[in-house]
């Protein structure tokens, strides 16, 4: 048997406002507020305050920001710069002895 869920039947218009990119829009939701605000059309209707919407989100505005405020990038990008130094330092090694490798196969079939 499967229970038969109830949509919202609240729905009103309400204005999402993104406080970064200064951005507004009107739309209708059940979303709650006791903030009001005056609409373009002179009326007023519930206030949601966002932090991000089409208009500041990376993925909308082709834009990339990276807020790092403990350093993590920076500690991600000297870690892969160390290991980068340490693969090449490796490689020589093993090239190196690959070359004196063949010099001596070259003297002992000589």
């Given at each position: 048997m499967s229970k038969k869920v109830e949509q919202p039947q609240d729905y009103r218009y309400v204005v999402f406002?993104?406080?970064?990119?200064?951005?507004?829009?009107?739309?209708?939701?059940?979303?709650k507020s006791e903030e009001t605000i005056k609409w373009e059309d002179g009326q007023e209707y519930p206030l949601i305050k966002?932090?991000?919407?089409?208009?500041?989100?990376?993925?909308?505005?082709?834009?990339?920001?990276?807020?790092d405020t403990e350093g993590r990038v920076d500690r991600f990008k000297a870690r892969?710069?160390?290991?980068a130094k340490l693969r090449a330092t490796l490689g020589n090694k093993t090239k190196k002895a690959e070359k004196e490798a063949a010099k001596k196969a070259a003297k002992?079939?000589?």
């Open positions: 406002m993104d406080e970064a990119a200064k951005f507004s829009f009107l739309t209708r939701s059940t979303a966002v932090q991000i919407s089409s208009a500041s989100h990376p993925f909308f505005t082709g834009e990339e920001k990276i807020v892969a710069e160390r290991a002992t079939s000589e």
